[in-house]
């Protein structure tokens, strides 16, 4: 019972630290409000309803794309429970300083096993999901700067072919018996350098790490989508990018200026490459400065400009971080209690 009520304390403290970042950082972005007060007075709000919807839609889609890598194992959550998964693994990622990304795989991971989905399923739907994300944007940003002039269209479908070519390659070789087994067992001998797991199970898998890689390995080689699965798959990915991208157009439309829908796309890129450095929360500040950066360049005035990058960030970033939290606080006292279970190979010793 005390165990229990150490660890609501402590989810407390960490939803109070991340809404205390948050409201730490309004101050920052209201000082745009003061260049953006012009546009946002006379905001169209039929277009800033569909940036609204669009930007939680590619969430909502990304939860969905992870629910569907969990039914390849066999995995049958309710909608609600992935993706409320979603929104706090989002929220984790975006607003943790430093360790953001790393935290939010480890925060989805013990979810999903606290249902009860083994580990190696787990694991692997998280880390195939960002992923297959990952490579579908590189895929879709190197067509879309092709088709929009910003470097020739041959050389984007090139790139865009090498990228999915040599991702089909990879998976090849990474999911060959052998070498994913030989994979698995170096990963299981770092294992044991990892703080908070069970000792018992660490000295497990340093001293039979040939046993647990192998049982690994035939875990991992039955999650193997089919090549309709993996279409639908690739779609949902994409997709979430998509609407993503509609989002910052609705955004600047929102505000009365033509879309600039070159340096959109490279904006875009730019934000999104800033959140993936994980140098500050969510690109905080690096992803403002290029995207608006990209904007006044392509002639858009500077404060419907700054309207339209307050919008987008509004809604994509503290929009949804806030809603994580949120769930992350009425989970607190609801979520199932993770029951550790030892290693399998010492159950059965």
Known sequence: MLQKHWRSAVHWVVVGVAVGYLAWIVPGLAGEVATAFGPLDHVRWEWLIVAILCGVSALVLYGEFHRQLLLVG???????T?????????A??????VIGGAAAIVYAIDQLRRRRVDSALASWSVLVAGVVATLSLLVLGAI???????????LGVSLAAV???????????????????RGLRLLVLLGRWIPGVCSTCRSTWAERADQVSRRLSSRIALLQPSALRWLGLITLAALTWVLDFLCLAASVAAVGTTVPWGALLVGFLLVQGS???????GGVGLAETSLLTLLLASGVAGAPAAASVLIY???????????????YALWIHTAPLH???????????
């Open 92 to 97: 984790v990622s975006t607003t943790v300083p």
């Open 163 to 181: 990228i999915a070519l040599g991702a089909v390659g990879v998976w090849k070789l990474l999911t060959h018996p052998e070498v994913l087994r």
């Open 82 to 90: 992935v993706q409320g998964i979603n929104f706090v693994e989002n």
């Open 313 to 327: 960030r509004s809604i994509t970033w503290l929009g949804l971080a806030l809603l994580g939290w949120i769930v």
């Open 339 to 349: 029951l550790h279970r030892h290693a399998p190979e010492l159950r059965t010793a």
């Open 74 to 80: 066999g995995a049958r959550l309710p909608v609600a």
């Open 275 to 281: 959140i993936a450095l994980q140098i500050f929360p």
């Open 144 to 154: 879309g700067l092709g088709v929009a002039g910003r470097i020739p269209l041959a």
